[in-house]
């Protein structure tokens, strides 16, 4: 599975590639806000400033609504960087410009996916990554793994390509049942992909060996 870190913060981006593990990054306008980055200048320099620090996809969201917008300013976003993905909403403009995307050979994330149907239409239009988001699902008390869960079912019958972004990651626990599950990639804040080195008994087991090495020395 691979990992793709949630955020617009650079810190935070520098220290999970730190780590090695890092394959990519997603980014939103909430994200982005979250930083401070607004302005269209400002958030086009930043887009450039993630795809410099890591080797993988970077996600970059458009905000026009209408086909002509979208394909205007994906065909912009995609310029900036061998590494941008164009992210495309699940509405009916969206997936005509995933389509439009897919035939130019330009890669796109679908986003705001909450239904398998949803998800169908996407791989139809043949975007390369679609985007459930599992925590606003779970938040809305409906399983978001369970859509994970179909996606995969309704993907793997016709071997679609496009790959199963698990997004909205909370938490360890989603990443641990994404990867259960065979979500192609999971996109989730550092806090949660840090956690996976979490386990007492590795504090506690590391501790002993340390103070038995001590003892013969
Ligand atoms: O990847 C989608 C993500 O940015 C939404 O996450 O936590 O706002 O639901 P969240």
Redesign the pocket.
């Known amino acids: 599975m691979k990992f793709f870190i ?1 955020t617009a913060n650079l810190d935070q981006i520098r220290e999970a590639q730190s780590l090695g593990v890092l394959d990519g990054v ?1 980014t ?1 306008p ?2 982005m806000a979250k930083e401070g980055i607004t302005g269209e200048k400002n958030i086009i320099e930043h887009y450039v400033k993630i795809c410099e620090l890591v080797d993988g996809d970077v996600s970059a969201e458009v905000i026009a609504v209408d086909f002509a917008g979208m394909v205007k300013e994906g065909e912009h976003l995609a310029s900036l960087h061998p590494q941008i993905v164009v992210k495309i909403p699940m509405i009916e403009e969206g997936v005509k410009a995933l389509k439009y995307f897919y035939d130019a050979g330009i890669k796109t994330n679908c ?1 705001l996916v909450f239904s398998t149907g949803q998800a169908l239409l996407a791989a139809k239009a043949g975007a390369t990554y679609v ?1 459930p ?1 599992i ?2 699902l779970d938040d809305n008390s409906t399983d978001g793994l369970e859509l994970i869960e179909d996606i995969r079912l309704v993907f793997d019958n016709y071997s679609y390509g496009t790959e199963i972004l698990a ?2 990651v ?1 938490h360890t626990m989603h990443i641990v049942n994404c990867a259960k599950i065979g979500a192609d990639v999971m ?1 989730g804040p550092l806090s949660a992909i840090k956690g996976l080195l979490n386990h007492p008994l590795t504090d506690i087991g590391l501790e002993k060996f340390l103070s038995d090495y001590r003892k013969g020395n």
């Open positions: 949630d997603t939103n909430s994200l986003t985007s988001f925590g606003r997004a909205s909370r996109t």
